[in-house]
């Protein structure tokens, strides 16, 4: 009996264990079921470039970036003015991407300036929605702006001389998301000052010839119309002094080292000298262009006032402009090139000042300059200081005008012990003279700034 109902009940037991399976595979199925209708449940997540401000322009092209992680499946967009709509933009993908891209503009819609709705309906490929998958959709209230920006430059230095540097100071009409000085490839950032006007501090290169120089003041407004206007400046040419540099067998000898750690892959010393002064030149002159153009790193305003300050004591060896002809020891020009700082000489291990206040932006060790310091004064103006023995100042130190921030030294290529002090305007090297002038900077810089608008 005992083991009868046993039997029974273990039959009974198993019966209930076979229907708790199935029900655990029918919930499992189920839950596998909805996860899988479940797991995406939104639409691709969409983002516009550039971003969305209320304000269109009529040229304008908006770049729409998509992510799903079922991919993308379609995309429209559509225009609404009153009882009016548009499709401007329809893609439908025939493979299914995670993420993907789509411009559209305005110009093919004839709309009028005024406002408008745009609505921008994304797809995912997902079995959401009974297969439809899920979407997204964005309807955003825009103005279309077809006007662009206008610029009253308010001062200006009626001439700038070639290597120098100016400073305008103009008004633009409604908001801007870019405004500056463009010159060639070249873009000087324009600052918004405390009156709400803007001021660009921007060079006349050294590498611009006067019939060349043609600088233009830029303005782009939250719609992407832009208005650009030639500056009437007058372009000064001067005479820049030459001179010859003799680079003896010695002096390849002092710099073995360091200038097969520059250019490693030519064999001779001499070889990898004229390696380090062009192509390593280039690379650096390009580095600090990279590190003064960017907006980010420049303070938005000036963080000096007074003029700037030259290494005390010091003789100036070379000047800003001074084009070199390199000769060896039997005097064969072996190169040239234009010194583009101003090479100031002391004792050996001089003490090096900041020659204003400012942020340190840079330190390290930078092919030609050595050990080099650069220092931040607001407004894309920079001071350098090349060929150093060391230094004592970090990326982000504030530092004083006069303040020690490390000693001269041979550095990179320095034959003898010397500062090169340079003047950067968005990277590019200015005449470092007119920094250190106070009536210059009187009438060229600050009281351009100051004038009430
Ligand atoms: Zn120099």
Known sequence: MFKKRSVYRSERRSSSGVSAAALL??????AAGVWFLMRDLSG???TMDPPHSGRMGIAQSVRLSMDDKSGVQSVAVTVRRGAQSMIVLKEKYAELEKHREAVFSLKDTQLPEGSFELEIKAQDGSFAGFGFGNSTTLRLPVILDAQPPRIAVKTMPPSIRRGGAALIVYTVSEDVDRTGVRLGQSFFHAFRQPNGSYACLFPFPITYKTSEFFPEVLARDLAGNVTSSRLPVRAVNRTFRSDTLKIPESFLNFKAAELAQICPEKSTSLEQYLCANSKERAIDDAKLIEIGSDPARTSPSFLWTGRFLQLPKSAVKARYGDFRSYVDDNRQKIDE??????DLA???????????????????????HGNMVLVDHGMGLATQYSHLSEYSVQVGDEVQPGQIIGRTGTTGLAGGDHLHFGVLIGG????????????WLKNNITDRLNTPL
């Open 25 to 30: 595979v029918f919930l499992g199925a189920v």
């Open 44 to 46: 691709p997540s969409v």
């Open 337 to 342: 090139q234009t010194h583009m700082g101003l």
């Open 346 to 368: 002391s004792v050996a291990r001089a003490e090096v000042p900041a020659a204003q206040h400012g942020r340190v932006i840079w330190t390290g060790y930078l092919g030609i």
């Open 428 to 439: 590019i090297p200015v005449e470092p003279l007119e920094w250190l002038d106070p009536k």
